[in-house]
């Protein structure tokens, strides 16, 4: 079974408007980190937000947020006031075991964002 | 300012040569990753490194060398035994310590083979 399940290849959204990106994981660990990272088209991976299986808030980052069900295993990111800057690729990326040191992570296939003016 | 740096940006190679890939970082992590990334799929670690003079293979490890002879360098050799290197490739690396423990990218090296 896949560990990070990004069901969406592509999402449009209109400017200003909100987006959810879907998230599914799986995992046995009890210990375990939720990550959304945006790929632009330069290429760099830039971290946008963690939700740590303990956490009983949902995390969020600005217009960032995550929708953490933990009992449905999904981990959504949702961005609200879309800008055109969000064009991007968006992956989510799961750490199973506790934080330090080496992490293993996977990463799901990614959701294609483009925003429409 | 601290990051990762990653160079070339783009490298361009005959079949059958080997070629390396540097990544540094000055942000005193002991833990350093090496990812390739293929068109639409996500990223799939080759090899990583906990601590100096000491690395392990990931899931796709074939076809590739790593070295770890300081904490700050871990530089990646492309050998011909890769059946298909072209692709984009991600160095990253995590604090040893914290409540989070996001790992930090480089900018990625874009390595085409004629």
């Known amino acids: 079974a896949q560990k990070i399940t990004q069901t969406q290849p592509g999402m449009f959204v209109q400017e200003k408007e909100a987006v959810t990106l879907d998230c599914t994981y799986d995992?046995?660990?009890?210990?375990?980190?939720l990550f959304w990272y945006k790929q632009p088209s330069s290429g760099e991976m830039i971290f946008l937000i963690y939700q740590g299986s303990y956490d009983e808030q949902n995390a969020t980052e600005g217009r960032y947020s995550l929708n953490f069900q933990k009992a449905r295993k999904s981990a959504n990111l949702v961005i609200s006031a879309s800008q055109l800057g969000d064009s991007a690729m968006y992956f989510c990326?799961?750490?199973?075991?506790?934080?330090?040191?080496?992490?293993?992570?996977?990463f799901g296939t990614g959701t294609k964002l483009q925003v429409i003016p | 300012d601290g990051g990762i740096t990653q160079s070339p940006k783009y490298l361009f190679r005959k079949e059958g040569q080997n070629v390396t890939l540097s990544c540094e970082q000055n942000l005193n992590h002991d833990a350093m990753y090496w990812y390739r990334q293929d068109p639409g799929q996500g990223l799939r670690l080759i090899y990583y490194s906990q601590i100096v003079n000491d690395f392990q293979k990931g899931d796709i490890a074939e076809g590739y060398s790593v070295s770890r002879e300081k904490k700050e360098s871990f530089p990646l050799t492309v050998t011909s035994a890769q059946k298909n290197p072209t692709a984009f490739y991600l160095c990253a690396s995590t604090p040893n310590r914290g409540k989070d423990n996001e790992q930090f990218f480089g900018p990625g090296t874009r390595l085409t083979v004629l």
């Open positions: 995992t046995s660990d009890q210990s375990y980190g």
């Open positions: 990326a799961m750490r199973e075991g506790y934080p330090g040191g080496y992490q293993k992570v996977t």
